[in-house]
């Protein structure tokens, strides 16, 4: 499973250092990839890669998660520090930002978080919601209470567009 190194936690960068350099039960002889999610700016992004690239070495790194709210009110979380407009402008310019410059230190794979915006997330109150690239009008996040069970016709966000864009399809 990927491991959660989020927006700059040090908690989680000092796990990944003294896990990968166990000497009694070393991790990087049972395993052929090493993954991790980030969420984070560029700098962090950065700082990240470049941790774990030194403690893997030549074994490829794929990012796992990655991803950027468009809902204006999850995004206020990240307002002050991220340079990106409020609502799907924001989501879009965090991908075409972003995506490029982790393949740009030389991940391997790249997976956005999620296609489809949930009418609920059980966890970081309701935080993921608005992950998606696709939605279904009038069932974001809508809390715990929702389900999972939502049905509607799905329309794209400009984030989508970016996707494609940026992946030639």
């Known amino acids: 499973g ?11 960068t000092k796990w990944v250092k003294s896990f990968l350099s166990n000497k009694t039960y070393p991790p990087l002889q049972n395993f052929d990839i090493m993954n991790y ?8 992004i950065t700082s990240q890669y470049n941790l774990v690239k ?3 070495g030549s074994k490829p790194i794929w990012i796992t998660e990655v991803g950027y709210p468009s809902d204006p009110a999850h995004q206020q ?7 990106y ?9 965090y991908l075409k930002d972003i995506l490029p410059h982790i393949l740009s230190l030389g991940a ?6 999620t296609l489809v915006d949930v009418p609920r997330d059980g966890g970081g109150g309701g ?13 974001q996040c809508l809390g715990d209470g929702a389900g999972r069970k939502v049905s509607g016709e799905l329309k794209t966000k400009k984030a989508y567009d970016t ?6 399809q």
């Open 77 to 83: 979380f990240n307002r002050s520090t991220y340079p």
């Open 54 to 56: 030194s403690q893997v």
């Open 163 to 168: 996707y494609k864009q940026l992946t030639g």
């Open 108 to 113: 391997q794979k790249v997976f956005y978080y």
């Open 2 to 12: 990927g491991l959660a190194l989020g927006g700059g936690q040090s908690s989680s």
């Open 85 to 93: 407009p409020a609502g799907e402008d924001g989501q879009a310019a």
């Open 37 to 44: 999610h980030t969420y984070d700016k560029k700098e962090g």
């Open 127 to 139: 935080t993921f919601c608005s992950y998606g690239l696709l939605y279904i009008p009038g069932k």
